[in-house]
């Protein structure tokens, strides 16, 4: 569904012109504060008796926009002395500079969104704002959660709970304040992060959610802006979350976590001693088969094994039969000049390679097998990353990759189907590292 504005930017110029021309002079006037005919989709309160509404997005995706303009929606009436649905509003950010800065006096923040008749004033002494028909709407830090034992509300908008440091508490404290009104409402606007409080939010059955990335808001965000984030952080885990708006969770336990994988990330690589294309088949294919996992990876395999670096390339998995995924790994290699593949081979045994062969009879192949499971496979190459000697290339390719990575645990994978992204990953570091390692220790034993 398209906006009006998003239909203003198509529409033929006759049509433009048509459009405006039969506004009377008070609508032409009231246009630009009706947010319904310019908001995007995820801007917009969904329907239904719902007690939390979570907006969540990427950096610059309008988040608080809509948090601002859902203010205005529960405290205005239909002229400026009339009374609205709400009348006592809590603001609650991260801190009172923030909420200043950003809810009430930002470009997006409550004052600027205001029509001037309808315009609240800002009484800095009682940290509140006062809107002509009576409404106010009290600022409180989430550094401060005992604050809000006392004062009681019909509404409240919280901006950015994910960073809190008392999130859990300032929460907790502000459900017992919301108490006023037929059926007091909360809007939550932030960017996600895996915080338990925001997940209790997002389970409980009174929440509904919308969700907008970035690039959603591309037309109001510097093209010089987009460009550079994109470029750094577009596929990434941290993009993945910082801009595509997705709450991404580390597992407790898990092998690797997202601060470990952004420490290993890189903007370009040296000139590499050897890569290779690592493939954990999927046998079957078909829309419910699982992925087949398809890693690039190279090395730096100079002096001793303690200086040996390892670089991830890409992550060219897909999901398809036999054919399709052969044909995938082997146009890998060709991209970068692989000179070798390995598969696992446990569960297909020697088709492994046919298949492979049907597509390139030369292709330089390996077959592995597996004595041990995922997990126990995983760990030490989990602990080569904790020495920093695995790198990550930055490029749009490996977010999944690292998704899967943060769910690995030494329990199981603890995530939705296989985690063939990661067993990819782990022959080609065991290809690349441990293997070789291990062989060039064994003739230094022998010379001494």
Not at 123 to 136: F, M, Q
Request: glycine share 8%; proline share 6%; aromatic share 6%.
């Amino acid at each position: 569904m398209k906006s009006g504005a998003a239909w203003l930017a198509s529409a033929a110029p006759e049509e433009v012109d048509d459009f405006l021309s039969g506004l009377s002079d008070n609508a032409l006037a009231s246009l630009p504060w009706i947010f319904e005919f310019w908001a995007l989709p995820h801007q917009l309160p969904p329907s239904g008796d719902w007690k939390s509404w979570v907006i969540m997005g990427g950096r610059g995706a309008g988040k608080t926009r809509a948090g601002s303009e859902w203010v205005r929606r529960k405290v205005e009436g239909a002229t400026p002395a009339t009374p609205g649905e709400c009348s006592r509003v809590a603001l609650i950010g991260e801190t009172f500079d923030q909420i200043r800065e950003v809810m009430v006096f930002g470009d997006s923040g409550i004052l600027a969104c205001s029509p001037p008749d309808r315009r609240p004033v800002w009484e800095a002494s009682r940290r509140r704002l006062v809107w002509p028909n009576g409404a106010t709407a009290m600022v409180f830090s989430a550094h401060e959660p005992e604050a809000l034992r006392g004062p009681q509300f019909d509404a409240a908008w919280v901006d950015e709970l994910a960073k809190w440091k008392k999130a859990e508490d300032t929460w907790d404290m502000l459900q017992f304040a919301l108490r006023l009104g037929r059926h007091p409402q909360q809007v939550v606007t932030t960017t996600p992060k895996n915080v338990e409080v925001l997940k209790r939010i997002l389970q409980s059955a009174s929440t509904v959610t919308t969700h907008a990335p970035t690039d959603a808001n591309r037309a109001y965000l510097a093209e010089s802006f987009l460009a550079e984030v994109e470029t750094r952080y577009g596929g990434t885990r941290l993009g993945r979350q910082e801009l595509e708006g997705l709450l991404l969770e580390d597992v407790e336990g898990a092998l690797w976590s997202t601060p470990m994988i952004e420490a290993a990330r890189v903007d370009r690589m040296p000139e590499l001693d050897r890569v290779v294309v690592a493939v954990d088949p999927a046998v079957t294919g078909g829309a419910a088969s699982d992925e087949c996992g398809i890693v690039v990876a190279g090395v730096v395999a100079r002096g001793a094994p303690k200086d040996w670096r390892v670089y991830v390339l890409e992550d060219a998995s897909v999901r398809g039969g036999p054919t399709e995924w052969a044909r995938a790994a082997i146009a890998a290699m060709d991209r970068h000049k692989a000179e070798r593949l390995v598969a696992e081979v446990n569960q297909g045994g020697d088709l492994i390679e046919s298949v492979v062969r049907q597509i390139d009879p030369l292709v330089p192949f390996r077959g592995l097998r597996a004595a041990r499971g995922k997990a126990i496979r995983a760990e030490p190459v989990a602990a080569l990353y904790e020495q920093g000697r695995i790198k990550h290339l930055r490029g749009p390719s490996l977010g999944v990759l690292e998704d899967q990575m943060c769910r690995m645990t030494l329990r199981g994978y603890e995530g939705r189907g296989s985690p063939d992204r990661v067993d990819a990953l782990v022959w080609a570091i065991h290809e690349l590292m441990i293997e070789p390692a291990a062989g060039f220790r064994q003739p230094m034993m022998r010379s001494l």
